[in-house]
């Protein structure tokens, strides 16, 4: 494993298992009383933070799995892929095209 | 720490569903709830017997510190913990205290 | 739901954050806190974690049960079988979610307002919440919320990195105590919502099957316990509702 997943790896493993499928229960409670609004600032950011762990989760699969080095342009490319979405988020659109 | 992603990439991109499945979710549980279904108390049931199972595993597989005191002596200071919580009407106060002192007496008593 | 007349001049949302806090302050659950969050620390310490990642913890998940199945089992199980548990031990923080908003929440009140008071929500603010808010005036309740909930939260976080730092520095049989505190509160936390059979079958086969099927070492050890022992107990509990109502 590289580097930076020995460091990240507690964390990411909190975060992945440890707060989303707990907060999950009580965004469910909220959705439930205030219904799904697209576009409450809410949602908005929800996906934005969905989009960004996506990118993360994707980043470590590749590195993990090819060796850093090897992984780096792909890396990139995946980084750019994952900015790319970021725009369509804050303007609020609900198309996400497939990694 | 090493893990799979793979899983998670899946659970992410669930997350990407379009709103009316999580619309149509949210109503299912909602009504889930409202008529207090089987569903909710089978899961209760699962929950509960999760939490006693993680109470075993740190009494059976301790971490520590706690793996230098003797096994029955563990379970022991959990029995009689409980017992205290029986006998002192129901009071979990009484039943931490009863097993902690248990616990500290009886590493004391059969060694450390 | 009509609210009790409060005969006193509305407070601001700063004032009301404040009458939350003082409210956590000098509520038991405060020191209960203190002394169950200590534990978790302690339990951080000893299984190898940063102090940071233990108040992280508790300040992201901010539930008990979760933080110790994922404490206890990160290292040893894949991580989606430690998502699976964490989530199975929190759902009751969906019910209670959507029972207290519905009580702080106006025709002003934004979506975002509201997660606040969410994350904020766990049994023991939950608790405090059902029996304080009543009392308190409509437009005050949701900072009320806040500062109760954020109260309680700071004695949790303060005990996780202080229980983190006895862990180190107790001589081995105190350290001990201090880590047996998450079992035994626990398994009293348990006993005492135990009200019926089912509950009681559950929690007794759930710490008997859990080191039996844990010494399979079949990974998921956790979860096959609760599935096959909550599954029994609620099995027994459906035959003998069905051998109830036959004649």
Redesign the interface.
Known sequence: ?SAT??EL??YL?LI?AGFLPNEFWRV?GL??VR??D?KSEVIVWV?AV?TA??AA??A??IL?SSGALAAIPVGCALARRALDLWPSYWRGA?C?SAC | ?????????A???I??LP?EV??W??IV??RG?DEES?II??????????????????????????A??PLEV?IG??GI??LA?LLIR?S?FA??LA??AA??LG??AFG? | MTDTAIARPPRSSAQAFRDGLRAALTSILFYVLL?NYSGIGA?C???GFSPIWAVLCTLLIWAA?AQ??LI?T??TA???EV?I?VS??S??L??MV?ALLPMLQREDTRQRDLVLPMHLTAISVWVEGMRLLPGVPKEERAAYYNGLGCGLLFAATFASAAGFYL?ASLP??L????????????????????RTL??GL??????????L??AQKIGL???W???????A??AV??LRQAKASAP
């Open positions: 494993m997943m020995v790896g507690p493993a992945l469910l959705v439930l219904g799904l697209e996906r969905a762990m996506l989760v994707l470590q699969l993990s609900r996400f | 720490m090493s893990f799979a992603m793979e899983p998670f990439l659970l992410i991109l997350g990407f709103s999580w619309r979710l949210g549980v909602g709830l089987e108390l089978w899961v209760r049931g699962v929950a509960t017997a999760l939490i006693a199972a993680v109470v075993a595993r740190i009494v059976v597989l301790p971490p520590g510190a706690l230098s005191i563990r200071a959990l913990g409980f919580f129901r979990a039943g931490v097993g902690e616990l500290v590493a004391l450390v | 002394g339990l310490y000893e299984f049960p110790v199945i206890s990160l290292g894949t991580l989606l998502a548990a199975l031990s759902v009751r969906l019910p959507a862990a081995p049989l350290a001990a105590a201090l880590l047996f505190l998450t079992p035994m509160s626990f398994l009293m936390t348990v006993c005492r919502n135990t089912m509950d559950a929690l007794g086969l759930g710490l008997v099957l859990g080191p099927i844990a050890d956790l979860l316990t609760g599935l096959i022992a909550g599954s107990a609620y509990h459906r």
